[in-house]
């Protein structure tokens, strides 16, 4: 298992062992695949080791206790782990980031709309006041609810949207 790349540092059981020789081994130093054998020796009877076919000819080759490797390898399992999620969090917060950047420009936009909505229904009102004919009377009540109508609709997507980003930062920030 290659190591991450985070700066931490795996305690090691055994002096001298650089990265590669952590956690299980994938292959002897003369190149052979490991194999998993049992102890017969009286200190650590049945202990499970890794070796290799070829430990018999004299030159240096592995030998790993089972327990340890996976200990290793478990620990520097979960150190991944650690940094990917980590890594991965960073990541969703910048999203986040992004996305409320987005919706305070557009939070913005509608804010502008709202106001210019707002000068509409004041110039149709004060035209409403100055006309007297009934028809055009009605067509401009008419007008002034549909505009209304907008604008509630628009105030309506700014709260929604506002509601969905306080919700997604504390969703985030849990």
Same mark, same amino acid.
């Given at each position: &298992? #290659?190591?991450? #790349?985070?700066?931490? #540092?795996?305690? $090691?059981? +055994?002096?001298?062992?650089?990265? #590669? =020789?952590?956690?299980?081994? *994938?292959?002897? /130093?003369?190149?052979?695949?490991?194999? @998993?054998?049992? +102890?017969?020796?009286? =200190? /650590?009877?049945? $202990? $499970?080791?890794?070796?290799?076919?070829?430990? !018999?000819?004299?030159?240096?080759?592995?030998?790993?206790?089972?327990?340890?490797?996976? &200990?290793?390898?478990?620990?520097?399992? $979960?150190?991944?782990?650690?940094?990917?999620?980590?890594?991965?969090?960073?990541?969703?917060?910048?999203?986040?980031? !992004?996305?409320?950047?987005?919706? *305070?420009?557009?939070?913005?936009?509608?804010?502008?709309?709202?106001?210019?909505?707002? %000068?509409?229904?004041?110039?149709?009102?004060?035209?409403?006041?100055?006309? +007297?004919?009934?028809?055009?009377?009605? @067509?401009?009540? =008419?007008?002034?609810?549909? *505009?209304?109508?907008?604008?509630?609709?628009?105030?309506? %997507?700014?709260?929604?949207?506002?509601?969905?980003?306080?919700? @997604?930062?504390? /969703?985030?920030?849990?």
């Amino acid at each position: &298992m #290659s190591s991450s #790349s985070s700066s931490r #540092s795996v305690d $090691r059981p +055994s002096v001298g062992r650089n990265d #590669s =020789e952590r956690g299980i081994p *994938k292959k002897c /130093y003369c190149g052979a695949p490991p194999i @998993l054998k049992n +102890s017969m020796g009286r =200190e /650590y009877p049945g $202990r $499970r080791y890794f070796t290799c076919e070829m430990v !018999e000819d004299g030159g240096v080759h592995i030998g790993k206790w089972w327990d340890e490797a996976m &200990m290793e390898e478990a620990t520097m399992l $979960r150190l991944e782990l650690e940094d990917e999620t980590e890594r991965m969090r960073r990541s969703k917060m910048e999203k986040m980031r !992004e996305k409320i950047q987005t919706h *305070k420009e557009e939070i913005e936009i509608l804010f502008e709309l709202h106001a210019n909505h707002q %000068n509409a229904v004041a110039l149709l009102k004060e035209e409403i006041s100055k006309k +007297s004919d009934g028809q055009s009377l009605a @067509l401009l009540k =008419e007008e002034v609810a549909k *505009k209304s109508d907008g604008i509630a609709v628009e105030l309506r %997507n700014v709260f929604v949207g506002i509601v969905l980003v306080v919700g @997604l930062l504390i /969703y985030v920030l849990k």
